[in-house]
Every structure is written in C-alpha cells, then in structure tokens.
Nanobody
Framework: QVHLVESGGGSVQAGGSLRLSCAAS????????MAWFRQAPGKEREGIAT????????YYADSVEGRFTISHDNAKKTLYLQMNSLKPEDTAMYYC?????????????????????WGQGTQVTVSS
C-alpha cells in the first residue's frame, strides 16, 4: 500500500523560505512523475511542480518557476519542494502526489484525476 506523508509546512513572512518533504512508502518508481500541488481557500487544486525521478527532469507552473525547486532523494524515497521568496499568494495547503503525468498541460486537463496517489497535505501560510 502506498503512503505519502508531507511535512515542513508552517507560517513564514513574505520573502522567507520553507522546504516541504514528502516521504513515500510502498511506491515503486515507474515511468510516471511525482508532483506538488496546492489548494488555496476557495480555489481549485493546482499542480505547481513535477519531477521524473528516474532522470530528475523537472517542470514548473509559471506562478512558481524561479522561486520553487522540486527534487527527489531516491535513497530516502523522499520528495522535496524548496520554496524561496514566498509571497502571501503562496498561502495554501500543499499536497504531494505520485504516479501521474509530467507536463503541466496534462495536469491542467486531468485535474484531480491526474495522479493516483496523494498525501494528506501540509499547510503553508505566508504573511505580508
């Protein structure tokens, strides 16, 4: 059984940084991507970053490109999201996901059905 457990969320002032982690157990890496999503109150869940673990190819939404970095530690089976230059509009619940498409266009088309496995989320709050 696959379990994804996020950690590292919290409250930070604008301009600050946080690093989120997602521990993956029971997941066998394949040709699919892993990803970070976020959902702000009253808004739809959006995919913000994906990574193809076998080759470390990464893809980002325009809203976070240049500020966020997705990475993966194969030995620890852990997905990371380094978030720098945080803005109040980054406030959201952040979710990791596994076994899905890599391209943002595919994620936008498939929405919540894009990925098979999901974590429970970790809250990030950025104050101005």
């Amino acid at each position: 059984q696959v379990h994804l457990v996020e950690s590292g969320g919290g409250s930070v002032q604008a301009g600050g940084s946080l690093r989120l982690s997602c521990a993956a157990s029971g997941y066998t890496y394949s040709s699919a991507c892993m990803a970070w999503f976020r959902q702000a109150p009253g808004k739809e869940r959006e995919g913000i970053a994906t990574i193809y673990p076998a080759a470390s190819n990464t893809y980002y939404a325009d809203s976070v490109e240049g500020r966020f970095t997705i990475s993966h530690d194969n030995a620890k089976k852990t997905l990371y999201l380094q978030m720098n230059s945080l803005k109040p509009e980054d406030t959201a619940m952040y979710y990791c996901a596994a076994d899905g498409p890599c391209l943002m266009s595919a994620i936008q088309t498939l929405g919540n059905n894009a990925f098979v496995y999901w974590g429970q989320g970790t809250q990030v709050t950025v104050s101005s």
